[in-house]
Every structure is written in C-alpha cells, then in structure tokens.
C-alpha cells in the first residue's frame, strides 16, 4: 500500500506548481511516509534525489496529451490501474485527478484563477478547466487549498462539502535564509549580470502578475534613485505578449534585468542580492515568492490582493495593487531607508519562520488518513 504524489510539474520544473510539489514531498519523505512519484512523461526529467530515487509511476505521454487522457477517464476511457499498479492514494498537485479504481483521491486546489480571470488564461486552458475541474474535485475523497482564500473560492464557485475541504499552508525551505557572506552571492550576481542595487521580482510572466503597476513605479523612481535597476526574473508563462510590448514602450529596457527562468538553486542567491523585493500580482492562491524574500531578509511590497495578505500578514508592505504613484512611494522610502528596511527585513524572517514544509506534510499525512483509513497503519504517526 503506497501513496503516489503526483511529481510531474516538478520534473518539467513548471515554477509555482513543481516547487509546491517537490517541497511536499521532500518533507513527507522526511517522515517516512512511503512514497511513489508519478511522472506523465519521464523524459527530459529534472528530478534530483531523494526524489529521483522513488519508485516511479509514469503514463509515458507528453503533458497535453496526459490531460486529455485524464479527462477520458471520466467518460469511459481505458482503466488507468495498469498504470497505477498498487496505489492506495493519488494525491493530485497540479490540477489534475485521473480516475483510479480502486485508490482514494486528494487534490490540491491552488487557485481559481481561470474563473475570477477568465481573460488572463488560454482559451483551450479555460475550457478544459470548466469542463474537468469540477469533476476532478467531486470525485476526491479530501480537497487540500493553500490558503484560507482558496478555501473559500473552492466553496463558492464549486459548493463543496465544507467537511471535506482543508487549509494546509505552504512552507518555504530552510535554505532561503540570509547570507551576509558576499562570495555566497557574487557568482549569481555575475551570471545574470546583476546591477549593485536593484528591486526585484520573482516569477512567471503572465498577466495577473500585474507587471504593468511595477514598470509605472519604477519610472517614478528614476529620477530619485538613477542607480537602482529592476530585475525581472521568471520565464514566460502564457499571454506574455503585452509585458514586453510595455516594456518596449517604456523606454526602460536599458534599465530592465530580464533573467529569464532562474533555477532553484540560484533563488536563494539572487534574492539575497536584491535591497527590495516587489510583487504586484493581483492573485495568487498562495504566494510563495514573497515568503521566501521575508525569509532571506530582504524587505518585501506586495499586492493587498486574493491570498497575499495571509502570507505577508504586517510583516511587509501591503498595497493597492493599481497605484503605481503608492508602489513608488513605499519603494522609495526603503531604498533611502536604512533603518526601515532593516525593520522590514526582521520582521519578514520573523514572519516566514512560521510556515515550514514540515507542518504542511503532518497536516497533509492526517488528510492522508482521512482519505484512505486504510492507509492508517502504513502512514507515520
């Protein structure tokens, strides 16, 4: 009897998403808990050990084609058990719950962000989710959702059984942590040819990341701080398009770091290297970019939008997601400073020390239990 964690977008490293599931299962592995990893297509993939040394699942089909896979077995497609030989519990990460007979299901719920933002997403995206997601939600025995706010987009827009829906935060890893040691930071501030002061922004380029209101700030600023530079940082997500026709407009691009998708082992690093982080996003399900700016000490501006709140809580500054004019204000005031950002800074580590991967992988094995009883005996206390 074994559970199968759903570890594909973290062999095709699709940021938010793989982190999310990679970190889970590090932590749950951490307690013993027998795992097996299911990967939809194991080429190309980027798995490192432990997790690359798991017992592996895998449907051997690139990623559309999975999805539809997925989707045909709810209307009488072939019986997927062959694939999944022995699972008890498939826990679904990424927004995607095939039908097993025979295992008990949990799904975790990042977001509905297609829904509050239907212009934001792909259409074919849209229409698969519209048609599937609700399936996929009624059919697990337990929902997990990031956040209180996800919770409760999860009960409105789907009228699920509150009794089976809970809030397991996100953790963020010990190895985001401040390093005051420069030589732990020069190599990445060389390779992305960082300037010696900039503000940063960690994550995928897409349009409810609301890049826009950062550009408008930090044109506001230049005239105060003509030496700080912007560093974008993340890889093209979907209708990308318009940032950069923005951009262009601008007149900042000589100003503008484009890192493109950074590797995680170059996170920590890079925020470390940054005097201020900014994330605009008008919705995340969670957000875990900030969280892991507080916990390397760098002082944090952030969205007063969706989930944001529950993470930064007062230990960053929250705003208007739409006010440029208040984005420069508050970034200028800790780049001239000193003893506000240090303020910032403790209070953010301070603030990130309470949400650990450990805490989130308890919580997870109890929801475990209740999805699958008979799993009790085999899961760790």
């Known amino acids: ?42 080429r190309e993939s980027r798995l490192r050990p432990p997790l690359s040394d798991l017992p592996r699942r895998t449907a051997g089909l690139p990623r559309k084609r999975w999805r539809l896979r997925a989707a045909w077995s709810y209307f009488g497609g072939p019986d997927l058990r062959r694939v999944f030989p022995g699972i008890s519990l498939f826990h679904a990460t990424e927004h995607l719950l095939p039908v097993i007979p025979g295992a008990a299901g949990v799904f975790t719920l990042h977001d509905a962000a297609y829904l509050r933002f239907p212009e934001h997403h792909l259409l074919q995206n849209r229409l698969y989710l519209t048609l599937m997601m609700p399936r996929f939600l009624r059919r697990a025995e337990r929902v997990i959702c990031v956040s209180e706010f996800t919770r409760q987009d999860a009960l409105r827009y789907y009228r699920l059984d509150p009794a089976r829906v809970r809030v397991v935060l996100e953790g963020v890893e010990p190895r985001f942590q401040p390093l005051p040691d ?54 093209k997500g979907w209708l990308y398009e318009a940032f950069f026709e923005r951009l262009r407009a601008s007149g900042l691009e000589p100003q503008v770091t484009l890192t493109g998708y950074v590797p995680e082992d170059d996170l920590p690093a890079l925020i470390n290297c940054a005097e201020v982080f900014a994330y605009p996003s008008v919705f995340e399900g969670f957000g875990l970019p900030p969280l892991e700016a507080m916990a390397c000490g760098v002082p944090v501006v952030c969205s007063h939008a969706a989930s944001l709140p529950e993470v930064v809580a007062e230990a960053g500054v929250l705003l208007p997601p739409a006010e440029p004019r208040a984005w420069a204000e508050a970034l200028g005031r800790i780049l001239a400073d000193p003893a506000w950002r240090a303020e910032l800074a403790a209070r953010g580590r301070a603030r990130a020390r309470t949400f650990t991967w450990e805490a989130a992988a308890r919580q997870t094995l109890a929801i475990y239990r209740e999805a699958a009883p008979a799993l009790a005996g085999v899961l760790p206390g």
């Open 1 to 42: 009897m074994t559970v199968c964690l759903d570890l594909s977008a973290a062999a095709h490293e699709r940021a938010g998403l793989g982190r999310y599931a990679a970190s889970l299962a590090q932590a749950l592995l951490a307690l013993g808990t027998p795992l097996t990893a299911f990967v939809n297509d194991p």
């Open 182 to 235: 420069p030589a732990a930071t020069e190599a990445v501030r060389a390779r992305y040819h960082l300037p010696a002061r900039f503000i940063l922004y960690v994550g995928t380029l897409e349009p409810r990341k609301n890049l826009g209101t950062l550009l408008d700030a930090y044109a506001a600023l230049r005239a105060q701080f003509p030496e700080v530079g912007l560093v974008i940082a993340g890889g």
